[in-house]
């Protein structure tokens, strides 16, 4: 049983004249208990909206979906119970304390003091406990908020954008946070549009981009399939090139600082070098190289790297 599954989930917001805003367009993803999903996308792109019809606060205009298996109203109701979320801009009392806005959250999931220190202590607030949200950092605020989701023990968190303007520091802070979550057998459902925050906290990963799917797979999978092999040898690199490029299962051969880079589908670097020696061509260096999530995204959307980029990458 999938604890997310959407099938053509969709979202068509309406304007007083024209077509409206089609938000999430059938959109169709599936996550698996213990898995820390990904879902990335560039601003617009229809994270939040997709969060907001999971949770039930926005009405979908098309498809479906199912949490922990169950679609009709009061399963929906009743798996919501079994989830800790934060949308975009966590909301608190501002004249409370840390520890009194996570009391107040715990008294309305029916929970106890005990899930409050816990709480405190995962996200390392526990010494900030009394400081009054107002007088909290942005850092501290978005903590507090991961502090909230973990409250009653939910199995799935949802967290839309948990790191959005934090410096690099707090982002590492927010990922160490997340990845303990994770060691604790919470499934994960992150939005985010930076790569490297995906990269380094998730397992899984659903790229959308105008609210459609781009890929769907694992971050192993998907980095993978974007190996390259760079290729160095003596002489003319347009000729190496050329050479390279002639060989199965070869795709993308580029010149790239001195060497050649290519996408190697199928074989190996042994038959690479074979190949090119038969070929007179005797390389002084081959080896591959294992793309960064976010080489993989521009390989997958042609370079373009999306129609609003991944340009905050930290
Ligand atoms: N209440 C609304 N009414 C009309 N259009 C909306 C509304 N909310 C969002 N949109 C539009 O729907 C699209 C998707 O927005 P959404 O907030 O879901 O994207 P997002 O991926 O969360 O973006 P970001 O990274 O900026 O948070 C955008 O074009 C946005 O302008
Ligand atoms: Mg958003």
Redo the contacts with the bound molecule.
Sequence with gaps: MSIIETEGLSKR?T?LRGE??L??DRLSVQVEAGQAYGFL??????????I?MLLGIITPTGGSFRLFGGSSPAELHAARQRIGATL?YPNFYPYLSCRDNLRLVARVKGRDESDVQEALDVVGLATRQKTKFRACSLGMKQRLALAATMIGDPELIIL??PANGLDPAGQREIRGIIRELGRRGKTIFL?S?MLHEVERTCTHVAI?EG?RLVHEGSVEEFTAAGTVAAVGAEGDLETLRLAVADFEGASNARIDDGRILVQLSGRGLSDLNRFLSERGIFVSHLSLERPSLEDAFMELTDGSGGTAGFGEVQ
């Design positions: 917001y304007a409206g805003t938000a999430v996308g560039p601003n617009g792109s229809g994270k939040t909206t997709t907001g975009e839309d954008e939005s549009h959308i609210g």
